[in-house]
């Protein structure tokens, strides 16, 4: 009974956990993204390819992340949303970031990571008629 | 050393220091792999190219100074997240296996790094290393030569 309290109170604890992110390498990430998405139409570059769809054909929750990113840097939203809606997100977080430069952490809670992992995975599964 | 290597707030390489790196080597390994194709028939060639990049990465950052043309280029370095030594040739082949994984759901194994606190990818937390600027933690240097043997010592 006590193993069970503890297994419960240690889970209740992991998603209470939150994590000091460190916003500089951030923002550096977040501009190269977004000066790639620029020049990728530009250049014809077919993005990069995912391995997991490439070797099993299921793909894999950041799948259609370099069409989404791409397409909301271009101001094509729909395209954007059908290709995978947390690119949306990630450009506007990246273009947030380097108008914001004084931001210089944020914290965030530990299990939004998951939960936006297992939500994109859903999307895509659906996107590629497997679920 | 280890104080260099491990615990939160110790200094690790960013982000687009590990990336422009890892351009450099992906250069080299391609241009290794396109000679070995151009070279040798399909089936060698080939075999070259697909073995290049562990068999690469296990040797040099397996060395002591756990250093990858790349990385040594940018200034920094693979250590051991424990004691900040070299990690060996063993957890490098293990780290550059670990890299197919890494790479797997679309690179987020590399891009992990971000978000942790250690910088860490994921091929980093398997073989239990980080990447440190090699300035904070310079690899270690040829020692100093054997002294001559005495002529005149009689064993």
Redesign the interface.
């Known amino acids: 009974m006590a193993a069970v309290g503890s297994t419960v109170g240690a889970t209740v604890a992991s998603f209470r956990a939150t994590r000091v992110v460190e916003l500089r390498e951030l923002r550096v990430a977040g501009g190269l993204m977004l000066g790639a998405a620029a020049v990728r139409p530009l250049v014809g570059s077919p993005g990069l390819p995912c391995p997991l769809r490439t070797l099993t054909g299921i793909p894999c929750p950041f799948c259609g992340m370099t069409t989404s990113v791409t397409s909301t840097v271009w101001f094509d939203v729909r395209d954007a949303f059908a290709a995978n809606p947390m690119g949306i997100v990630f450009v506007v977080f990246a273009v947030l970031l380097l108008l914001r430069r004084r931001w210089e952490r944020v914290t965030v809670p530990v299990v939004i990571v998951p939960i936006a992992m297992a939500g994109m995975w859903v999307f895509e599964l659906r996107r590629f008629d497997i679920l | 050393m280890t104080d260099a290597a491990g615990g939160a707030g110790a200094a690790r390489a960013?982000?687009?220091t590990r990336?422009v790196a890892f351009v450099v080597d992906y250069v080299v390994l391609g241009t290794v792999s396109l000679v070995a194709i151009l070279l040798f028939n399909d089936g060698l060639g080939f075999l070259i190219a697909l073995l290049a990049p562990p068999a690469y990465y296990t040797w040099f950052e397996g060395s002591p100074s756990g250093q990858t043309p790349g990385k040594r280029l940018l200034g920094i370095r693979v250590v051991d997240a424990a004691t900040g030594r070299s990690i060996g040739h063993g957890h490098a082949l293990v780290r550059s296996v670990m890299r197919?994984v890494s790479?797997?759901?679309?690179?987020?194994g590399y891009?992990w790094m971000?978000?942790d606190?250690e910088r860490q990818t994921w091929h980093d937390k398997v073989a239990g290393s980080v990447v440190v600027p090699a300035t904070l933690t310079p690899p270690p240097s040829p020692g100093p030569p054997e002294p001559a043997p005495d002529p005149n010592f009689e064993r």
């Open positions: 960013d982000f687009a990336l197919i790479a797997m759901l679309c690179w987020v891009l971000l978000w606190p």
